[in-house]
């Protein structure tokens, strides 16, 4: 049985600041020498790659939805091997959602450290302690800790206001310096914050003398192990785009393909660069619409693009990455950006929120789930080859297909059906 201190880091709500948090606690313990591997909650892509910063190791998702529990259960014991400590961050609030982050840290027995943001309370802090500490009684517990204090005085505060016993991690200060910059679907890209590195080392530095900088008490993990995956990959290639447009990547998913054989390169078209030699390709999600004056000028790349489709070759698109194959891109602006063209149509950004949530996907190669989350719809005269479902059993995203193209709104997590994974790349 594995065995590594570990905390689950949580709040009360979305938006307080969770992710600094987490991001903070991993560099403290890092930069003292150790393996920390952090994990989040639900099927995030750019909190992991803060954490992934912080860390130096890549952050994987924990999701008993799309990801499953028996995935789950498996890395967090790779983790306690590998690890002087795992932290895995919740989402939204503790107790919100089916499942949530509560039942998580239960299933898995990582106590919860309570992240909660004070910078408009006093003494209710400690109520609000006492209440996510109390609210579920088999909750594991481990303390508190505030966020966007306004100095050592309302610190002090805070901490008396606990109940006694309930241990005081500390806190972080409400300046802007500290906290990191978003935009409308979360955190910007890592590679995006030219001074991650110096926030996440004051960050640190802050929480340098407080519980945070101790490692927690161990859990013990159940023994567990990675399925075995034949590799119906071996021998191919995969082209995988890998930029500031293309940059909503699952390292589990880049797991998956190395475990089934395949051989993947990076490539930027964002850059200019040229559609590698290979098999197949896969555009993954990320932010076209900030990029699509840019994308635009790539004649070469999508020329190429369409040549790799005619020959028969398997393309898998998903969300920004589909968005590039239609006709045209229509920003936020209104601005109409020529695209693609492999698709017939346009995909247009809105104000508002399109779809959110994990959604399951039949294929012919497979049942597999992922999770879409996009404020663009598309307008197109192409019928659905297929329809992705929600949990609730209602219709969810459509599922494009045109001989080995396959493209949707949907993010595919790959260890959910590595043989459906294989029949969308393969021969």
């Known amino acids: 049985m594995p065995t590594c201190p570990a905390l689950f880091i949580a709040a009360p709500a979305s938006g307080q600041g969770k992710t600094t948090v987490t991001a903070a606690i991993a560099r403290l313990h890092a930069r003292q020498g150790r393996r920390v591997q952090v994990f989040k909650c639900g099927p995030d892509f750019l909190d992991p790659m803060i954490h992934a910063a912080a860390s130096g190791q890549p952050c994987y998702n924990l999701d008993l939805g799309m990801c499953g529990a028996a995935d789950g259960a498996w890395r967090l014991a790779r983790a306690a091997a590998d690890n002087d400590l795992i932290l895995v961050e919740g989402v939204m609030g503790i107790f919100d959602g089916e499942p949530s982050g509560a039942d998580i840290a239960r299933r898995f027995g990582i106590p919860v450290l309570a992240m909660i943001a004070a910078d408009a309370m006093a003494q209710t802090f400690g109520a609000v302690a006492l209440g996510l500490a109390r609210y579920q009684p088999d909750l594991p517990f481990a303390g508190v800790l505030a966020n966007r204090v306004a100095g050592?005085?309302?610190?002090?505060?805070?901490?008396k206001s606990l109940p006694p016993g309930m241990n005081w991690y500390g806190a972080l200060p409400r300046a802007a310096a500290t906290r990191l910059p978003e935009r409308h679907l979360g955190l910007f890209q890592a590679a995006e914050i030219a001074d991650l590195d110096e926030r996440l080392e004051r960050l640190a530095d802050v929480l340098a003398d407080t519980l945070a900088a101790d490692l927690p008490p161990p859990v013990d993990f159940a023994a567990a192990f990675a399925p075995a995956i034949p590799p119906r990959l071996a021998g191919r290639?995969?082209?995988?785009?890998r930029d500031a447009a293309y940059?909503?990547?699952?390292p589990a998913n880049l797991e998956t393909l190395t475990a089934l054989g395949a051989r993947r390169v990076f490539f930027s078209p964002l850059a200019g660069e040229d559609l590698p030699a290979c098999d197949a390709v896969w555009l993954p999600g990320g932010y076209p619409e900030l990029h699509a004056p840019a994308l635009a000028q790539k004649r070469r790349f999508w020329a190429d693009l369409k040549a790799h489709v005619a020959a028969g070759k398997p393309l898998l698109a998903e969300c920004g990455g589909m968005m590039g194959l239609f006709?045209?891109?229509r920003d936020k602006e209104g601005q109409s950006?020529?695209?693609?063209?492999?698709?017939?149509?346009?995909t247009r950004m809105q104000a508002r929120l399109a779809a959110l949530g994990t959604q399951t996907l039949d294929l012919p190669e497979g049942r597999i789930s992922g999770h879409t989350f996009h404020y663009a719809y598309a307008e197109t005269p192409l019928a659905p080859a297929l329809t992705a479902v929600k949990p609730d059993g209602s219709p969810g995203e459509a599922i494009y297909r045109q001989g080995r193209l396959t493209a949707s709104f949907l993010h595919l997590y790959f260890p959910a059906c590595p043989d459906a994974v294989a029949g969308l790349f393969g021969a």
């Open 152 to 159: 050592p005085g309302h610190a002090a505060l805070l901490e």
């Open 237 to 241: 290639t995969i082209a995988i785009a």
């Open 247 to 250: 940059g909503f990547i699952y």
């Open 327 to 329: 006709e045209a891109l």
């Open 337 to 346: 950006h020529a695209m693609g063209g492999l698709l017939p149509g346009e």
